[in-house]
């Protein structure tokens, strides 16, 4: 990546326009987030619901803040894993530049730091807070490729950045840390569950403080077939994404031959896609484990298939 490119997309978001931006986790749709007419392109772009917040990045922890009040049970996970695929949910600071509608109408701000190189260029580059959703259009499969980025938002920005294929492939864990309050898992993601409770103890589960964070509608990274759960042996006319050995065919997507979760994570959004392009009766997907990033990979499974709200 160029350091003109990097320079013409930081201009792009001051001139209030949107870029495509990639990340670790998945590709965004970004814009400046203290401006709010930038930030209502996104939505529009998107056809986002105006009440589902938006993740502000930045470029690292000084910047981040200025935007939140971030206690210490945050200092430590912002320390252990940033940059990186975890969203902090805390109290927004009055003076802070993350727009009232970036924030869906909360007094919370969710923040994280990227670390793709390409989006720390940028991030640093434009100097301020970007928030950036995922490049898709709302409630289908979040791009983890470039060509499949542009295909969905590309048309709305003004400004595209390749940074090749996302290497976590889901996106960021978000958790809540508010005062006075437990620390709350509202969605799993690239860092899990186990390396959080190690550091800061249990997470409690979303509860009400779920509408805080982005991707928690009942149908979410949906693609055009419907979905089916925890499928041993697919019917013939129905794409099958598998996991394990042993499994291959002309309409089978096996998202980790060797059973690695991370391999599968990685793998998840562009074989969503792929088997969607085969036009099947349905996508049928294999049991998935629950441990580790098993358990992101299940949530966005689940929010495709519809079944949680």
Known sequence: MTADAIQAAATALLRGDLIILPTETVYGLAADASDPEAVAKIYEAKGRPRFNPLIA?????????????LDDRAERLV????PGPL???APARPDGEVCDLARGGLDTVAVRAPAHPVAQAVLEAFGGAVAAPSANRSGRPSPTTFDDAVEETGFAAGAVLDGGPCRVGVESTVVSLLPGESARLLRPGGVTRQALEALIGPLESSGDDAQRSPGRMALHYAPEAP????VATPEADEAYLAFGPGVAGARVLNLSPSGDLREAAANLFAYLRAADRLQPSAIAVAPIPGHGLGEAINDRLARAAGFIG
């Open 57 to 69: 990045h930045v470029a690292d922890v000084a910047v981040a803040r200025q935007l939140a009040v």
């Open 227 to 230: 979905v089916r759960l925890n």
């Open 87 to 89: 969203t902090l949910v």
């Open 79 to 82: 320390e252990a894993f940033w």
